[in-house]
């Protein structure tokens, strides 16, 4: 159940990033308040682009927008087709946790990310 609710809202957000304009309302009216209170981009500044460019097959431009963020709108689109291939009947995937040194490096990747927007996107 839970892979269907987050294969939904993955299709939700892709279909979102393929029908809204970036440029014109309602995503236009969106700011970020991180942003408005510390100067410096957050961590997610930058997902909207990448959705949007990832959806038009453009990864150069999503993964100059913000890297963590296209790796995330291709995973909503791989989870999203894996929940309709499991509804068809494919095999489950075997499960595994995840090591200590995998959390460390996903730690180390979502910092250098935010290093990325700082330096991309400018205080």
């Known amino acids: 159940m839970h892979a269907l609710a987050f294969g939904a809202v993955g299709v939700l957000l892709l279909a979102a990033a393929a029908a809204l304009p ?3 309302p309602p995503l ?34 999503a993964f100059s927008s913000n890297p963590i963020g296209a790796l995330l709108a291709l995973a ?24 200590r040194r995998a959390r460390w490096a996903g730690a180390v990747a979502l910092a250098a990310n935010w290093i990325f927007v700082i330096v991309r996107n400018g205080p």
Not at 35 to 47: F, K
Not at 82 to 94: I, K, Q, S, V
Request: charged content about 5%; proline content about 10%; some cysteine.
């Open 22 to 24: 970036l440029d014109a």
């Open 28 to 61: 236009s009216l969106l700011s970020c308040p991180f942003r408005a209170a510390t100067g410096l981009p957050c961590l997610g500044c930058g997902c909207m682009h990448a959705f949007h460019f990832a959806v038009r097959g453009q990864l150069g431009a």
């Open 76 to 99: 909503c689109g791989a989870h999203a087709i894996w929940t309709a291939l499991r509804f068809a009947g494919a095999p489950p995937l075997p499960v595994f946790g995840l090591p």
